[in-house]
């Protein structure tokens, strides 16, 4: 079977904190090109931090789109110019003040592959020095959260953990033996 044919790509809106992207793709099995829209945002990066005792650092806050408090992984998204790692060491520092002299490299992950144009870059980072923690009044409402293995495991299996990105870097973090449930 034929691969089909991307014959024109427009950018159709953009904000800074995204492009809308106007393709035309001619399938094989149609005569006449259609019209599919994606939305191409920065690359994220996420990782599972843990600190030298074994704690496992999760941030709790409010994000608007959802109207509810979350928790989730240290992440952002990357700046022009930065490589991953780059920016998951300035996000977790940001985040939680936390600096990380060495991060692995767990995987690539695509968030939506019928609409979003990015990836996630998914890290382990362990052996972490808490120094001291920033309130959420000094942290834009990021509360940070320091979990034991058991806490993580059970905010998971009871739906307190539900961010999907994150959930498949913890998969990521189970499969390449960085993390044991």
Wanted: negative net charge; charged residues 30%; proline residues 6%.
């Amino acid at each position: 079977m034929n691969k089909p044919h991307i014959k024109n790509i427009k950018k159709d809106f953009s904000i800074p904190w995204f492009e809308q992207i106007e393709k035309e793709v001619l399938f094989p099995w149609e005569d006449e090109p259609q019209i599919y829209y994606s939305i191409k945002p920065s690359d994220y990066v996420t990782a599972i931090a843990q600190t030298r005792d074994g704690k496992i650092i999760v941030l709790k806050q409010f994000r608007p789109a959802i109207e509810d408090y979350t928790y989730e992984l240290p992440s952002g998204h990357m700046e022009k110019g930065e490589t991953p790692e780059e920016a998951i060491i300035r996000e977790l520092e940001e985040e939680t003040s936390c600096k990380a002299e060495k991060v692995d490299f767990l995987g690539e992950v695509i968030p939506d592959t019928g609409r979003l144009e990015n990836s996630l870059w998914a890290f382990y980072i362990n052996d972490l020095e808490i120094n001291e923690l920033l309130s959420p009044d000094e942290n834009e409402g990021i509360e940070v959260c320091l979990l034991s293995h058991a806490e993580f495991i059970e905010m998971i299996n009871n739906g307190m953990f539900k961010h999907a990105l994150d959930l498949s870097v913890v998969a990521l973090a189970i499969f390449k033996n960085k993390l044991n449930i």
